[in-house]
């Protein structure tokens, strides 16, 4: 074994809990590094999931000046024949499935509340439904026939204390920019474990809500999902529908792509903060070692060590600290973070609307990637040997005969 | 032929304002096989002349040859450079690293000057200085003497041309201070390895061979002993 190897070791092994207790400074900044890294991955990923399949598809076709935040109900804003572009796009091999959309704003009234709430018109027998007809708590689902049924979230249900064969009264903007109220029977209650839009959303049969909006053979949006994601672009170029456009979701996500950015830049502040608390530990440690040491570098010295030989001895020192510590915390992190992605953690309602154009489910399931350990792994690693280098330079300056006098 | 040689050697140390003239004015050469102590009353230069010769470290005037090398020209580490094969240092406490065993402390100066094959080598160093049955303790399961007797082996492992010790035997007893001036003379005859000795311990000015007297950083006597 190479000399300087070993006698890093020994140095270690010389204050074990001095070495422990630094290691697992290591270990402890790692593993938070890596929950910190798989929490807001998991999140993003989560948030973007919801996104896509409650809200936005992979693909829309609209019309260029439609825009989901005003639900315009004009024609021109809209459009026409929906069904039929809508099982043109399904005959493409990568989708998944296409259904139009039809969005209108309005106000529910029950007893003596009112609450404002956003109408979706669905095709019902689409597979786009998906997230609602799995997610359903009570009753049934809708049939595209029904003109009086309505489909509420769960925690509108629970607040209003409503469940299925109940009736409401929903005031719906019309497109001729009037209001028309009509009395309709809850058939079914959903969840889609994400409260900002589940307490606002409610969901009627696209034709139904044509008639009462008066936007008869029109929808807002034809909804794509994809089978796989990776295909979106390929899609989108194969899609034929002149005079309307064809957004993908990185276009109708933008806030939530900004958002997703800033978090990244966040993070990686925050591993500056705490990689920059474990490289404290970490030099006070070595500084301590080296002023111990004084006059065993003196002799070192006087045996013919060099300056780099007595720098390198310190900086194996904190190599050592280094890959141990990360080692720890990997084989204490990595379990964590799986745990933690199977059960999740459950934050319930964070309190953001669907409208904001970010919705977050209740329930966080950290998402671990190998590069994330392997970066975080590395920069750990990177830092400690770093934080070790003053000191081994501080060790490397004694002239041996000043640490001959040293009495340490 | 002359190994070291110091000429018109001053070494002021200053702490803050205060100056102390530790060595003012020194000559002094040191021939091949010597057997020769430095003696002086306390603060008299002894320990300052030693670390010259032993390039540990620089005089604030005067030059320092080595083997007709002039270390006070060079850098630190072509100091440590030239020390290494050159010069052994014995010191007065027992200056061995204690996180490796007898064994270790012998070999670590034949591993920095990139020495393979050595266990034979070092075996046979441990056994001349009686302590080959200890090779695997470290020194805090050692005596001083012992601790003393493996800095001595290890200041001969790398054949070096001159050794330097600072009162080697102020921290031990009689016997063990007789044991190691034993074996230092036995190697100065065996290797004609040179030997210069600080000291004040009479039991080892009687070893002696050349007797250099120093007295407020000056030499005022240097006296050969046939
Ligand atoms: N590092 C230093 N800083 C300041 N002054 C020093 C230093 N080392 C030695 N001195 C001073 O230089 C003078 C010579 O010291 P030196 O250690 O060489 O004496 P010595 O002959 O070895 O003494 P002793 O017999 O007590 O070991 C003394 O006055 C001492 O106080
Ligand atoms: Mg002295």
Redesign the interface.
């Known amino acids: 074994m190479n000399?300087i190897l070993?006698?890093s070791l020994?140095?270690l092994?010389?204050n074990k809990r001095r070495s422990v207790l630094s290691a697992i400074a290591i270990a402890i900044g790692t593993a938070l590094l890596l929950m910190m890294a798989a929490t807001i991955r998991g999140e993003m990923r989560g948030a973007l999931d919801i996104n896509i399949n409650l809200r936005t598809g992979h693909l829309q076709v609209h019309t260029e000046d439609y825009k989901d935040e005003n639900m315009s109900l004009k024609r021109v804003d809209m459009i026409e024949a929906p069904l039929a572009m809508s099982g043109q796009i399904e005959g493409i091999t990568q989708v998944k499935a296409a259904s139009p959309r039809l969005n209108a704003s309005g106000i529910l009234a029950y007893k003596n509340e009112t609450i404002g709430i956003q109408v979706i018109g669905i095709d019902p027998p689409s597979t786009t439904n998906a997230p609602y007809r799995d997610g359903l708590v009570a009753g049934e689902f809708l049939t595209a026939d029904d003109r009086e049924g309505v489909l509420i979230g769960l925690p509108l249900a629970e607040s209003l204390n409503l469940s299925p064969g109940d009736s409401i009264d929903l005031i719906i903007n019309t497109s001729e920019g009037q209001t028309d109220e009509q009395r309709f029977t809850i058939r079914g209650v959903y969840t889609t474990d994400t409260p900002g839009y589940d307490k606002v959303t409610i969901f009627m049969p696209l034709e139904k809500t044509q008639t009462i909006t008066r936007t008869e053979n029109y929808a807002s949006m034809i909804y794509i999902l994809l089978h796989e994601m990776d295909d979106t672009a390929a899609v989108k170029e194969a899609i034929n529908a002149p005079g309307y456009i064809v957004e993908d979701w990185e276009e109708i996500n933008k806030l939530f792509v900004l958002v997703m950015e800033l978090s990244n830049a966040m993070m990686f502040f925050f591993n500056l903060m705490v990689l920059g608390v474990t490289a404290t530990v970490i030099m006070n440690t070595l500084l301590m070692a080296v002023y111990e040491r004084t006059?065993?570098m003196g002799?070192?010295?006087?045996?013919?060590?060099?300056?780099?030989?007595v720098k390198a001895l310190f900086l194996t020192e904190a190599t050592l600290l280094a890959i141990g510590g990360v080692l720890i915390g990997l084989a204490i992190g990595i379990p964590l973070v799986l745990y933690y992605a199977q059960v999740g953690f459950y934050f319930g309602d964070m309190g953001i609307s669907a409208n904001s154009g970010i919705m977050i489910g209740n329930s966080i399931y950290p998402y671990p990637t190998l590069g994330d350990v392997f970066s975080i792994s590395a920069a750990a690693i990177l830092i400690t040997i770093l934080s070790g280098y003053y000191p081994a330079s501080q060790a490397a300056k004694l002239?041996?005969?000043d640490a001959?006098h040293s009495n340490n | 032929m002359e190994i070291a040689k110091l000429t018109d050697i001053t070494r002021i140390y200053k702490v803050g304002e205060v100056e102390t003239r530790a060595l003012n004015g020194v000559d002094l050469s040191i021939g091949e096989g010597e057997f020769t102590t430095l003696v002086g009353p306390s603060g008299s230069g002894k320990t300052t002349l030693l670390q010259l010769i032993g390039c540990l470290d620089m005089p604030t005037s005067g030059k320092v040859f080595i083997n007709n090398e002039e270390a006070t020209s060079m850098n630190r580490d072509q100091r440590a450079d030239l020390r290494k094969g050159t010069i052994g240092f014995i010191f007065q406490f027992f200056a061995l690293i204690p996180t490796l065993t007898a064994y270790e402390n012998v070999e670590l100066p034949m591993l920095l000057m990139g020495k393979k094959n050595h266990k034979s080598r070092v075996m046979k160093l441990l056994d001349a200085v009686g302590l080959a049955n200890r090779a695997e303790h470290r020194p805090d399961q050692m005596s001083g003497g012992q601790q003393q007797r493996v800095a001595v082996a290890r200041a001969l492992s790398v054949d070096p041309l001159l050794i330097l010790a600072d009162e080697p035997t102020a921290n031990l007893d009689t016997q063990n201070g007789e044991q190691i001036m034993e074996i230092m003379k036995k190697l100065n005859e065996e290797t004609n390895t040179t030997f210069v000795f600080a000291t004040h311990d009479p039991r080892v000015i009687k070893y002696a061979k050349r007797i250099v007297t120093l007295e407020d950083g000056k030499i005022v006597k240097d006296k050969n002993i046939a």
């Open positions: 000399y070993k006698m020994r140095n092994a010389r006059r065993e002799i070192l010295g006087a045996l013919g060590m060099k300056a780099k030989q002239e041996p005969v001959l």
